[in-house]
């Protein structure tokens, strides 16, 4: 979900790595590993995704001092093969056990043309994106997912059955930087809702059910047990499932309700699982052919015509990109709920910022 910043203030990426590793080393959290967590919950706001950056930083220190995450676990290998790995995040933070998961799907690639990486037993991951970008950055095709908790109800259901479950893919071009799609299956972001009720507005009668499983126009019905829809009805929940076969089944982890995201009950972990499906264009037909091949496609897309209205037509990531451009160029526009969280979060921590 992307959201407007507030106040027009802006924060330098440098600091507020800064502060986001102290926070996270503060809880226990490895050097390495909380570098790894900074990096990523900025780099996700300079991309304009604040749902995901540092607003989060405070909820995984909540969760670390509950003893729900093991804030110095270490990313476990349970079984492998030239082209496929199992591993295990073992009960510690998903942001850097996908990372080290995600190199090691690049490292298998770039051997041997493909690579897949499960994950079971991590928790929240932060934007899909992240990973699959990564990927393109190297020259690689990288798709990445995770399942979460329970937050969308099945088409034709009135419960919260299967999770909002991300997805996200990347290719690299070469005039272009990559392509960049990353989403949730949701048919909107629940900010969106927040913001609609705050307004007094109606929403779209295929955003939401309520409690009891009726179809409702009425946004405030999010604080009385709604339930989120799929995007495109069955299409989107086929979508959801897809990604718990990959995330869930196939790689041990928990299914539907037997993840417990934002874990904060010591002794168990979330068992959030995550797939990482890395392939390397130099296997089929070369690198600097995709490359180009990916730019032919970016220029068709964007020689659309525009609709009425629409100024002209954009690919996939071009936004985030001119986003993430910016904020390295002037600073990050954090909205005042990010600073918030990151001011609890160091708070929690007894770690004092500069700002």
Same mark, same amino acid.
């Given at each position: 979900?992307?959201?407007?910043?507030?106040?027009?203030?802006?924060?330098?990426? &440098?600091l507020?790595n %800064?502060s986001c590793k102290?926070?996270?080393?503060?809880?226990?959290?490895?050097?390495?590993?909380a570098?790894m967590?900074?990096?990523?919950?900025v780099l996700?706001d300079?991309?304009?995704?604040y749902?995901?950056?540092v607003?989060?930083?405070?909820?995984?220190?909540?969760?670390i001092?509950?003893?729900?995450?093991k804030?110095?676990?270490?990313?476990?290998?349970?079984d492998?093969?030239p082209?496929?790995?199992?591993?295990?995040?073992?009960g510690?933070?998903? =942001?850097?056990?996908?990372i080290?998961a995600?190199d090691?799907?690049? &490292? *298998?690639?770039?051997q041997?043309?493909?690579?897949?990486v499960?994950?079971?037993h991590?928790?929240?991951?932060?934007?899909?994106g992240i990973?699959?970008?990564?990927?393109a950055?190297?020259?690689?095709f990288?798709i990445?997912?995770s399942?979460?908790?329970p937050?969308?109800?099945?088409?034709?259901?009135?419960?919260?059955?299967?999770?909002?479950?991300?997805?996200?893919?990347?290719?690299?071009?070469? %005039?272009? *930087?990559?392509?960049?799609f990353d989403i949730c299956m949701?048919?909107v972001?629940?900010g969106?809702?927040i =913001?609609?009720a705050?307004e007094g507005?109606?929403?779209? %009668?295929?955003?939401?059910i309520?409690a009891?499983?009726?179809?409702?126009?009425?946004?405030? &019905?999010i604080?009385?047990?709604?339930?989120s829809?799929?995007?495109?009805?069955? %299409?989107?929940?086929g979508f959801a499932v897809?990604?718990?076969?990959?995330?869930?089944?196939?790689?041990?982890?928990?299914?539907?309700?037997?993840?417990?995201?934002?874990n904060?009950?010591?002794?168990?972990d979330?068992?959030?699982?995550?797939?990482?499906i890395? =392939?390397?264009? &130099?296997?089929f037909g070369g690198?600097?052919e995709?490359?180009?091949?990916?730019?032919?496609?970016?220029? *068709?897309?964007v020689?659309?015509?525009?609709?009425?209205g629409?100024? *002209?037509?954009r690919?996939?990531?071009?936004?985030?990109?001119?986003?993430?451009?910016?904020?390295?160029?002037?600073?990050?526009?954090?909205?005042?709920?990010s600073?918030?969280?990151?001011?609890r979060?160091?708070?929690l921590?007894?770690?004092k910022l500069?700002f």
């Amino acid at each position: 979900m992307s959201s407007q910043a507030s106040n027009g203030v802006k924060f330098p990426v &440098e600091l507020l790595n %800064k502060s986001c590793k102290e926070i996270f080393t503060a809880i226990g959290v490895p050097a390495a590993d909380a570098e790894m967590i900074a990096d990523t919950l900025v780099l996700t706001d300079m991309r304009g995704v604040y749902s995901h950056g540092v607003i989060r930083s405070a909820h995984y220190i909540d969760c670390i001092q509950a003893g729900g995450i093991k804030p110095a676990a270490e990313l476990q290998i349970l079984d492998e093969s030239p082209c496929a790995i199992r591993t295990s995040a073992a009960g510690g933070l998903g =942001i850097p056990a996908a990372i080290k998961a995600t190199d090691l799907a690049m &490292e *298998r690639a770039k051997q041997h043309g493909v690579a897949v990486v499960t994950m079971n037993h991590s928790d929240h991951y932060g934007a899909a994106g992240i990973y699959a970008m990564r990927c393109a950055d190297q020259g690689l095709f990288g798709i990445s997912m995770s399942n979460t908790c329970p937050l969308v109800a099945p088409t034709g259901g009135a419960k919260a059955t299967i999770g909002n479950n991300p997805f996200s893919y990347a290719a690299p071009g070469s %005039k272009y *930087r990559a392509i960049l799609f990353d989403i949730c299956m949701s048919v909107v972001a629940t900010g969106k809702m927040i =913001i609609a009720a705050a307004e007094g507005k109606k929403i779209p %009668k295929d955003w939401i059910i309520d409690a009891n499983g009726n179809p409702t126009d009425d946004p405030t &019905e999010i604080y009385r047990g709604a339930i989120s829809l799929p995007f495109s009805a069955h %299409k989107g929940y086929g979508f959801a499932v897809m990604v718990e076969l990959l995330s869930a089944v196939l790689a041990g982890a928990g299914i539907t309700k037997d993840v417990h995201s934002w874990n904060k009950v010591p002794g168990r972990d979330a068992n959030t699982g995550h797939c990482f499906i890395v =392939i390397n264009p &130099e296997f089929f037909g070369g690198l600097d052919e995709f490359k180009k091949r990916t730019d032919l496609l970016i220029d *068709r897309l964007v020689a659309t015509p525009p609709a009425p209205g629409v100024d *002209r037509v954009r690919y996939p990531g071009e936004i985030e990109f001119e986003h993430e451009a910016e904020a390295l160029k002037f600073g990050v526009p954090l909205p005042q709920s990010s600073v918030d969280e990151l001011r609890r979060a160091a708070k929690l921590t007894g770690v004092k910022l500069d700002f």
